[in-house]
DNA sequence: TAGTGGTCTAGACCACCGC
DNA sequence: CGGTGGTCTAGACCACTAG
């Protein structure tokens, strides 16, 4: 192994995942560690720190590390722009504005967001296609107070997705996937039939603790599937929680 | 602020969210915020390797750091236990398993898990109920070769998920989502009209390499919603909000 | 209260890579 | 070549908490 912490970190997680330490089990500590592989405490309290945040194990002060009960699973789902994934698919993408309009924000979008009631919101809805085909169906609220230049932008480029994800940086988003069946009004939008299935992602963000942008995305439920992959010990985005059932 | 690194990073962060340093903007050499802050290289060092790992920022030598390009987004959906989740919504949970057989591997599942043909699982069919009405239709697959001890158990204690997950660890995980029809059947199993939408989420886990489970997950689209809440740089838990049905 | 982890220092050597 | 980040050391003090 070419970094000692590294060959630290593997040997540990190899006893964790191999179930050699199951969940409970003593993490010898950091002076012993320091003893067994002949290195400074800085060294060892590395890779238990990043172990720990990584949820493998769970350290306390003056009781030591022990190695953590998995009670909950991750779903980490990558939510892809759509010009990129058309080309990776190798299909073209294009979009359509159906609707755009600047209104006071409504009662039921206000208590979603916890936006005061007479915010002006910029909606708009856009429909997203692959080789023609409808892909997607997006309804976004965007909040002018948070970012004022939309005001004018009419998306004759990028779709709104595409746009805010360049101009404004996020800090919170809430994800929200259900089932619905689809209406006559989405059937016609999709080229579906009326009561089909369609997976619905609302994704809601914020800057700083201000709401930016509301985007409900309805995918045909037989043409589009969500996709994640996961390591437990990978080093990802950390933060983060949500509740449902495995 | 208690800790100096912690300082240092909601310092950087706030700039970087707040759009004062876009994407492709210089972040200060690490010399360079030591004479800032007044501390050792150490300390600088943790801040922008830990932004690094989060995909803040990009890093390499010789060319310094700067603010990375906001890609993709991800949405983690931390996918908990049925008693779990049942407990914190002060609801009674129950299980019935409505099938249990061990037979060789069919070749549908052969060529979506990669194992070989004739390979013996354990396939269990698992109907999850909230305060007596049904929340969840589980199919799944457990590989004996990797889970021989599952070929005596009868689960009347815990469901699979739970048992498995207390027994096996896992090292990669994949999941799918996506939204389909009931058929009569599956209508019938979780009460609801032939036609109404379902959300399916399916689930394979593999440990180190070798194949351990496939779970093929079926909420009821009207009662079920996946919840995920998303920090990009957040280090702590982010508050979590139970999930429920409209 | 004693032992543990959390943080920080003031150095050091090395690998990499743009100039 | 030189400057940058990557890693590591051998200490140190402090905060927390189990016993």
Known sequence: MKHLHQRIRDDIESRIMSGQWPPGHRVPFEHQLMAEYGCSRMTVNKVLSTLATNGLITRRRRAGSVVAEPSTQRAV??????????????????????????EP??????????????????????????????????????????????????????????????????????????????????????????????????????????????????????RHHLIGRFSPAAQGPAGGSAAVSP
Chains 1, 2 share one sequence.
């Open 105 to 222: 924000i409504d009662a039921a979008a206000a208590q979603r967001t916890g936006l005061p009631a007479g915010t002006r919101m910029l909606s708009v809805t856009t429909l997203h296609l692959m080789d023609g085909v409808p892909g997607a169906y997006e309804q976004r609220l965007i909040n002018l107070d948070t970012v004022p230049e939309a005001a004018t932008e009419h998306f004759a480029n990028d779709p709104p997705g595409t746009w805010l994800l360049r101009r404004v940086p996020w800090t919170d988003a809430e994800h929200v996937l259900r089932a619905v069946n689809a209406d006559a009004e989405l059937a016609r939008r999709l080229q579906m039939k009326t009561g089909a299935a369609c997976l619905v992602l609302e994704r809601r963000t914020w800057q700083a603790g201000a709401f930016v942008t509301e985007a409900r995305i309805t995918y045909p439920g037989d």
């Open 77 to 102: 789902l990558e939510i892809q722009d759509f010009a990129l994934e058309a080309a990776r698919a190798g299909t073209v993408y294009r979009f359509q504005i159906l609707h755009r309009t600047i």
